[in-house]
């Protein structure tokens, strides 16, 4: 394609123009409309986003990233930073036709201090990558329950494990941050250096520039108690009155969530699962295997079809949630509740069943997820004792509106329960606010935005 056959809302002279700058600082790595690759290159994981920026940028190091966010300055356009593209349905609807959509999947690899329990994690990383590298140390990190989530997004929005209860949010695992701000400089950020940048990073995430790498502590975990429950739906009212009441002496060690998981008859699946609707419950134990055996022994209890549960390596344990695999097309939504009562018990499981809905879950937090760091960052901590997440599949184009009604079925459920709060790591939809996160950090991260960014330079999936 030529330059000057560019065609995209902008005037004609100004795009040739800013695509010239984008070429020379990149060569064939930054993608316009039309040439090749440059669809597979704006697609995210969550194939129901459909985006189209001016470009796509695919940096291949630190200095690369500099070159994009200067050209990117001069040129006049936004840079939307994006990893794994997981939570690209919180920009749905959003022009991107002055935007460059800087794509970090080509930036990966991870380096392991042992004897430090540190790891340096490039920005595209996912967390297979870290686990990978860990494992053999006998170490492991505070991920979240899917290999292929980014490390730097879900981090800096908090970051839920099956260790929060117990070490609280992923965020607090951050210990520095290498990041290309609005003024094309490329700045280490940390609790000496750049304080308030580290501090903003720390929750404001892509909206305060493109995190390059990330340094992380590591736990000092090999193994870990972990697994699985699983019966017919026909017992959710059951299982799910049981768990609820299960949570509420759970030790800090004890992080669990119940889903109840509603699957189409898929070759694909596996026998237990294809065309069936189940209740789940799925966690992790920081118990020896025989003080953990007692604490699930009121589950065990209710005889389950499918008993999992035993000692895992670490690494392992990202697999027991069963999230998909592979790039997936969905609609979610989530709220937070302070309690799970007898009264929202009902109404989650009467929900489950909703037709078009995939999974609604609920996740045990509190704990250690809920006390505050005193030296975090803008997000340290959730407000409320569970998060219920609703989730509706996008099969066909056609589906969406369908599957949409069903999420926002999941959620508007429980309503008579929720509180004034935001889990991050679960907004994955336009227009949400987002000062439930931040509570009185709101107003500090704002200002913050003024200094780092004033041309609002950079496009978030979880603006500021």
Partial sequence: MSLNDLAIDVPDAAAAAAAAELR???GDRVLFPGDPGFDAARTPWNVAVDQYPFAVALPESADDVVDIVRAATLAGLRVAPQSTGHAAAAMAGADLSR???LSLRGLRGVQVDPDARTARVLGGSVWSDVLESAGPHGLTALHGSAADVSVVGYLLSGGLSFYARKRGLGVNCVRAVHVVTADGRLVHASAEENPDLFW???GGSGAFGVVVS???ELLPIADVFAGMLLWDASRAAEVTHAWAEWTRSAPESATTTLR???FPPLPQLPPFLS????VVVDGAFEETDAAAS????PLRALQPEMDTFARIPAPALVAVHMDPPEPTPAVTDHVMLAAFTTEAVDAFVAVGRTPGLFVQEIRHVGGAASRPSPDGGAVSSLVGEYVVHSIAMVPVPEAAPVASAAARAGV???EPWRIDAVALTFVDAPDVDLTGAFGQAWARLRQLKLQFDPADLFAAARPV
């Fill in 24 to 26: 020379a600082a990149l």
């Fill in 99 to 101: 935007t460059v959509l």
């Fill in 200 to 202: 903003a990073l720390r």
């Fill in 214 to 216: 990330i340094e992380i």
């Fill in 260 to 262: 109840i998981m509603n």
């Fill in 275 to 278: 065309g069936r609707s189940v």
């Fill in 294 to 297: 007692a604490l699930l022994e």
């Fill in 412 to 414: 508007a459920a429980m």
